[in-house]
């Protein structure tokens, strides 16, 4: 049902990211930390929701992107 992941930056600056499922933006099934297209910021050292699966609980591809240089992922967790 969820994607978290463990993100910072490697020098303490925001940087934005998109995620997708299927190829698709994320829609009703967007994250805490993320919005309908997939959106997100990365604005400390922490874990990010980024998926909360609404609808069916089916097997899915998920993409993250990483709009700007600097990204530091650290461990998903999924539930």
Known sequence: RDVNLVLGTADGKPLQFRVTVDGKPVGANHGTDTD?????????????????????????TFEIEFLEAGAQAFAFTFG
């Open 36 to 60: 309908e297209q997939g959106n997100g910021m990365i604005a400390g050292n922490r874990l990010y929701q980024l998926v909360r699966q609404a609808d069916n609980i089916s097997e899915r």
